[in-house]
């Protein structure tokens, strides 16, 4: 906790003996008097208390361009953190005011001076003309002490929203008696303040924005004693420009085989905007005048430009208390959920994502199909090598491409040449982890059990399968996908990514992934991912493992 001492500046008591005409007798001292601390912000018992209060519910938008928008008003975790082990701050050198109350009336002198100099030389200069002491009667005192930011009326003190980012104002209540004591002051803002946090799964530049408020009050009026509750007036509005850094912030979303991987970023405002204590957050505003992300299968970016955002939660800001303006933006995608039910990330409530949608039901039970937003850990296709465990074995990629039979060949017992389900025999590892164990898997939290009735089971998708996976997610243009090979005609991994990363699922740069395929009795066929070589198929031996990520029907 660091201490700022006012030297040279002295409160004195004045003893009351039996004679009431006796002269005073006053002993000076060279010990401090008043000693002083800013509270940091969000330094505040009763920010404290409401922390809980800070994480409100996450407002779902559609911007109505392609892209959704949570917003929400939370407390500023990072300043929290920052000053865990020292909440208090020293004093700065500027000018301030301190005067004495006793029941609800000045008393005494008013001091006025600069503080100046550092550590242990910091000292108080009192202004020409007035007292470096406070002479006083022993009784009990509320002492009040401003800086140059707060207006003084004689009567009043006041604060404007212009100056509120710098107005300090610290009250204590002190009982004296004697003639050495020491009156300790801890400073407190007169203002919340307010940063903007962009969070999203694209690398966007070149943001540019503004905060705006509507029927936001101007000024704050005080009693003589401003441990009262003040009075808020002039309402305006106004809109301030926020200003981002040019390099944005990326963060790990997990470690896996390939290394740490990336894929959410975030831009913090490098300034804050300061309001009034008593501010309503449903009274601020954000609106982007720059900035574009994601893309489009048509591969044009979504522009921010000329979207407001208003946040709707009622949440009063409190003084001296700094909050995070968060604004959470995603592709407008289709998930299936584990009810069975298809929504946007955005409006996911209280469920939970399980796959992406590929193709949407047409009324038709399982019509529907999705990719798992999950991956399976590497297995083999199967251990009868080399044996033909389908009666579609072919090297015929065309043939192969065709097939949308995935949920079949995993399940049904005609694609083995002894009956077997292959979903239900650990003869073919794929098969069984990607059909079985997955549905109880929880890899990142997030629960991928079934408990929707229109749900079908996991399954190894087919290459025609994969290839609507690779359109749909990727882009890719599936006119010259005709034989084994890399296409990159079209494909964009950054949204493939984007498709998954934001509803909370798993993304590698290359993923190499079992397909149902078979090419010959020894050798089966995969489908892959990569940011180099674009979306490639291609087949290898039964025994090798790869990646399982299933597909489900609704």
Same mark, same amino acid.
């Given at each position: 906790?660091?201490?700022t001492?006012?030297?040279?500046?002295?409160?004195?008591?004045?003893?009351?003996?039996?004679?009431p005409?006796?002269?005073?007798? #006053? #002993?000076?001292?060279? !010990?401090?008097?008043?000693s002083?601390n800013i509270a940091?912000y969000?330094? #505040?018992?009763?920010?404290?208390?409401?922390?809980?209060?800070?994480?409100?519910?996450?407002?779902?938008?559609?911007?109505?361009?392609g892209?959704?928008? #949570?917003?929400?008003?939370?407390?500023?975790?990072?300043?929290?953190?920052?000053?865990?082990?020292?909440?208090?701050?020293?004093m700065?050198?500027?000018?301030?005011?301190?005067?004495?109350m006793?029941?609800?009336?000045?008393?005494g002198?008013?001091l006025?001076g600069?503080?100046s100099?550092?550590?242990t030389?910091q000292?108080?200069?009192?202004d020409?003309?007035?007292?470096?002491?406070?002479?006083?009667?022993?009784g009990?005192?509320?002492?009040v002490?401003?800086?140059?930011?707060?207006?003084?009326?004689?009567?009043?003190?006041?604060v404007?929203?212009a100056?509120?980012?710098?107005?300090?104002?610290g009250?204590?209540?002190?009982?004296?008696?004697?003639?050495?004591?020491?009156?300790h002051?801890?400073?407190?803002?007169?203002?919340?303040?307010?940063?903007v946090?962009m969070?999203?799964?694209?690398?966007?530049q070149?943001i540019?924005?503004?905060?705006?408020?509507?029927?936001?009050?101007?000024?704050?009026t005080?009693?003589a004693?401003?441990?009262?509750t *003040?009075?808020?007036?002039?309402?305006?509005?106004?809109?301030?420009?926020?200003t981002?850094p040019?390099?944005?912030?990326e963060?790990p979303y997990g470690?896996?085989?390939?290394?740490?991987?990336?894929?959410?970023?975030?831009?913090?405002?490098?300034?804050?905007?300061?309001?009034l204590?008593?501010?309503?957050?449903n009274?601020?505003?954000?609106?982007?005048?720059?900035?574009e992300?994601?893309?489009?299968p048509q591969?044009?970016?979504k522009?921010l430009v000329?979207y407001?955002?208003?946040?709707t939660?009622?949440k009063?800001?409190?003084?001296?208390?700094?909050y995070v303006?968060?604004?959470?933006?995603?592709?407008?995608?289709?998930?299936?959920?584990e009810?069975?039910?298809?929504r946007?990330?955005?409006?996911?409530?209280?469920?939970?994502?399980?796959?992406?949608?590929?193709k949407?039901?047409?009324g038709t039970?399982h019509?529907?199909?999705a990719?798992?937003?999950?991956?399976?850990?590497?297995?083999?296709w199967s251990t009868t090598?080399?044996?033909?465990?389908?009666?579609?074995m072919?090297?015929n990629?065309?043939?192969h491409a065709? !097939?949308?039979?995935?949920?079949?060949?995993?399940?049904?017992?005609f694609?083995t040449?002894d009956?077997?389900?292959?979903?239900?025999?650990?003869?073919?590892?794929?098969f069984?982890?990607g059909a079985?164990?997955?549905?109880?898997r929880?890899?990142?939290g997030?629960?991928?059990?079934?408990l929707?009735?229109?749900?079908?089971?996991?399954?190894i998708p087919?290459?025609?399968?994969?290839?609507?996976a690779?359109?749909?997610?990727g882009?890719l243009?599936?006119?010259?996908v005709?034989?084994w090979?890399?296409?990159t005609?079209?494909?964009?991994?950054?949204?493939?990514k984007?498709?998954?990363?934001?509803?909370?699922g798993?993304?590698? *740069?290359?993923?190499y992934?079992?397909?149902?395929a078979?090419?010959t009795?020894?050798?089966?066929?995969w489908?892959?991912?990569t940011?180099?070589?674009?979306?490639?198929?291609g087949?290898?031996g039964?025994?090798?493992?790869?990646?399982?990520?299933?597909?489900?029907h609704?």
């Open positions: 906790m660091a201490l001492v006012l030297t040279g500046l002295l409160l004195t008591a004045c003893g009351n003996d039996s004679q005409d006796a002269p005073v007798k #006053e #002993e000076k001292q060279s !010990a401090a008097t008043f002083i940091s969000n330094d #505040e018992e009763e920010i404290t208390r409401s922390s809980k209060l800070e994480e409100t519910q996450r407002q779902a938008i559609d911007l109505g361009n892209l959704e928008a #949570e917003l929400s008003i939370e407390r500023d975790t990072m300043q929290s953190n920052t000053h865990a082990a020292q909440t208090r701050a020293a700065p050198n500027q000018h301030y005011t301190i005067y004495a006793q029941g609800g009336s000045r008393v002198d008013v006025k600069t503080v100099g550092s550590g030389s000292h108080f200069t009192p020409a003309g007035y007292k470096d002491r406070l002479l006083l009667p022993a009990t005192y509320t002492f002490c401003y800086n140059d930011k707060v207006s003084d009326d004689g009567t009043r003190l006041s404007t929203r100056n509120a980012g710098t107005a300090l104002i009250t204590t209540t002190a009982t004296i008696s004697g003639v050495r004591y020491n009156v002051f801890v400073m407190k803002h007169q203002a919340a303040r307010v940063r946090k969070m999203t799964y694209w690398p966007i070149n540019k924005g503004s905060l705006q408020g509507n029927n936001v009050n101007e000024l704050a005080y009693q004693d401003p441990t009262a *003040p009075t808020y007036s002039a309402p305006a509005t106004f809109n301030e420009a926020l981002y040019d390099d944005l912030v963060e470690t896996g085989e390939n290394g740490r991987e990336y894929g959410r970023y975030y831009s913090e405002t490098q300034n804050y905007q300061y309001v204590p008593n501010t309503n957050a009274q601020l505003s954000l609106k982007f005048t720059s900035g992300l994601y893309r489009d591969h044009h970016s522009s000329g407001l955002h208003n946040i939660t009622s009063p800001l409190l003084a001296n208390g700094s303006l968060r604004v959470d933006i995603y592709y407008k995608a289709n998930y299936l959920f009810d069975g039910v298809v946007t990330y955005v409006n996911r409530g209280t469920h939970t994502p399980i796959a992406a949608v590929l949407d039901n047409d039970a019509s529907g199909t990719i798992a937003l999950l991956i399976a850990a590497e297995q083999n090598y080399p044996q033909q465990d389908t009666p579609t072919t090297t990629f065309t043939t065709a !097939a949308m039979d995935g949920e079949s060949q995993t399940w049904s017992n694609y040449p009956g077997t389900i292959k979903a239900l025999s650990t003869k073919y590892p794929a069984y982890y079985n164990l997955f549905d109880s929880d890899a990142t997030q629960m991928t059990t079934r929707g009735a229109n749900l079908s089971r996991w399954y087919s290459f025609g399968e994969w290839k609507l690779a359109h749909v997610l882009y243009d599936l006119s010259n005709n034989d090979g890399d296409y005609n079209g494909w964009d991994y950054q949204m493939y984007v498709f998954f990363l934001q509803a909370g798993q993304y590698f *740069p290359v993923n992934s079992w397909a149902t078979e090419t009795d020894s050798y089966a066929g489908a892959a991912n940011e180099t070589q674009g979306f490639r198929f087949w290898t039964k025994f090798n493992t790869l990646f399982i990520h299933p597909f489900i609704f």
